[in-house]
């Protein structure tokens, strides 16, 4: 039977709210329910966002809520070689292209149906030649990625059995312009390279696994168990985000909330300062 081990992988632009408390609550007790590992990663290649006292706080919350985490922590910015081998190992299999469209040309291109990452990507850099002078992302051309693949399947411990379907994601971008890698390509390197056998996040990153399970198919990586857990909602039934306010841990920290007592909160469903547990 191999050991259970799991993460938890924020991103330090902001500070952990209550959702996140949630979703780390849930990949650590999955873990330790097996006698398994918890590993902490910081997402931090958004050079122009990421803080380091954000990543003091993510670690100081984690504390606060009772939470230990096994070995080191992992960074993603000292991965940066590791993602480049993989972008170029795609290149060589003429999977990947340059594309310099802007946000404002996609959406005045795009009527197509939306994807994991908004309007699906029209496709109008796939074909013609692009100046790799010129500031660009890398796209992964998936109808020939697909065809390569296969078909493909993963297993969530909740939904079951999933038939991959990441042609209904369009043309992902695998490395933006501002930055070496994108939170696909990178999560799926990672994952593999720390030995994840059980992603736990939430349900809104479930499409983001069939380009995952097709990511790993291509690289010849393992596919590890998901289990795609509900949000943790807000008193207007909106999921927490920071973008919207939502209550740092920081703040209930320094208000004199157990965070133990808040974890268990969480744990039992008594959901404190009115938020809710979504039904999908």
């Given at each position: 039977m191999r050991v259970v081990v799991t993460r938890f992988a924020p991103s330090p632009t902001g500070r952990l709210h209550a959702g996140h408390a949630f979703s780390a609550i849930m990949a650590h007790d999955r873990a330790r329910a097996d006698g398994g590992r918890f590993l902490l990663r910081i997402e931090d290649i958004d050079?122009?966002?990421?803080?380091?006292?954000h990543v003091d706080g993510v670690l100081a919350d984690l504390r606060w809520l009772g939470l230990d985490w096994d070995g080191e922590v992992v960074f993603q910015s000292q991965r940066l070689p590791?993602?480049?081998?993989?972008l170029a190992r795609l290149a060589a299999m003429g999977l990947v292209y340059r594309c310099i469209c802007t946000r404002a040309d996609i959406a005045a291109a795009a009527s197509a149906p939306h994807g994991v990452g908004?309007?699906?990507?029209?496709?109008?850099?796939?074909?013609?030649?692009?100046?790799p002078a010129l500031p660009h992302c890398w796209r992964l051309d998936m109808s020939a990625a697909v065809a390569q693949a296969g078909g493909l399947t993963w297993t969530d411990e909740l939904a079951g059995d999933v038939?991959?379907?990441p042609l209904a994601q369009g043309?992902?971008?695998?490395?933006?312009?501002?930055?070496p890698s994108s939170y696909h390509l990178s999560v799926t390197l990672d994952d593999a390279a720390q030995g994840v056998s059980h992603v736990v996040r939430g349900i809104d990153l479930f499409a983001a696994t069939h380009i995952h399970r097709l990511l790993q198919a291509l690289l010849?990586?393992?596919?590890?168990?998901y289990r795609h857990h509900p949000l943790l909602l807000g008193p207007d039934g909106e999921r927490l985000a920071k973008r919207t306010g939502a209550?740092?841990?920081?703040?209930?920290?320094?208000a004199g909330v157990d965070g133990r007592a808040f974890a268990m909160d969480l744990r039992a469903g008594r959901l404190p300062l009115g938020f809710a547990v979504g039904s999908d």
């Open positions: 050079g122009t966002r990421s803080r380091a006292e590791h993602y480049a081998e993989a908004g309007g699906l990507y029209p496709g109008t850099c796939r074909h013609r030649a692009v100046d038939a991959a379907d043309d992902v971008v695998l490395a933006r312009k501002d930055a010849d990586l393992p596919s590890p168990v209550p740092a841990l920081a703040d209930l920290r320094e």
